[in-house]
T-cell receptor, first 112, second 115 residues
């Protein structure tokens, strides 16, 4: 079974732009969570989607948003990028009856 | 406040030596507990998990962890470290029993292995 995939793997954007990151979960997994990883703050939860509905949201500004499609693929969007948004963005998926999350390789976003 | 603490930022061990990475959490009930490993530039790989039952759990790559309720700890161990174990290790807690997809992570412990 293929793992969690994330595209693109690397991205360079300019301050003020917006960006969309994509995540394809493991086949059959309906829950997708997003995390931001930075050297200073570590791993922080952004939001979680299940069956196209956002079930939970972390403490991030409204510039961070996401959505999930009927095939469980998910996207996250960051608008009006700031230098501090430079980070590794990780997506994870889990199945309905299991509690562990499986992570993708991440998207490295650099904001200049 | 709810938190996960990994007191050691960086640990260096010799190849073949034993390893113990510490993790403490502060939650009222027993949460679901996990250890993940991250190699440079990579995502997180699940090493092992604890939900309930036997407090000593076995994982992949020869790792094990022991849950101690009285100490609110979930320490990761390996009897003999290999050079390929050099990576960063994260302890994580799910305080909601898997219902909200929200893991709380410690700051991580970077493991270096001396030849």
């Amino acid at each position: 079974k293929a793992g969690v995939t994330q595209t693109p793997r690397y991205l360079i954007k300019t301050r003020g732009q917006q960006v969309t990151l994509s995540c394809s979960p493991i086949s059959g997994h309906r829950s997708v969570s997003w995390y931001q990883q930075t050297p200073g703050q570590g791993l922080q939860f952004l939001f979680e989607y299940f069956s196209e509905t956002q079930r939970n949201k972390g403490n991030f500004p409204g510039r961070f948003s996401g959505r999930q499609f009927s095939n469980s693929r998910s996207e996250m969007n960051v608008s009006t990028l700031e230098l501090g948004d430079s980070a590794l963005y990780l997506c994870a998926s889990s199945s309905d009856n299991a509690y562990e999350q499986y992570f993708g390789p991440g998207t490295r976003l650099t904001v200049t | 406040a709810q938190s996960v603490t990994q007191p050691d930022i960086h640990i260096t061990v010799s190849e073949g030596a034993s390893l113990e990475l510490r993790c403490n959490y502060s939650y009222g009930a027993t949460p679901y507990l996990f250890w993940y490993v991250q190699s440079p530039g990579q995502g997180l790989q699940l090493l092992l998990k604890y939900f309930s039952g036997d407090t000593l759990v076995q994982g992949i790559k020869g790792f094990e962890a022991e849950f101690k309720r009285s100490q609110s700890s979930f320490n990761l161990r390996k009897p003999s470290v290999h050079w390929s174990d050099a990576a960063e290790y994260f302890c994580a807690v799910d305080p909601y029993g898997g219902s909200q997809g929200n893991l709380i992570f410690g700051k991580g412990t970077k493991l270096s292995v001396k030849p």
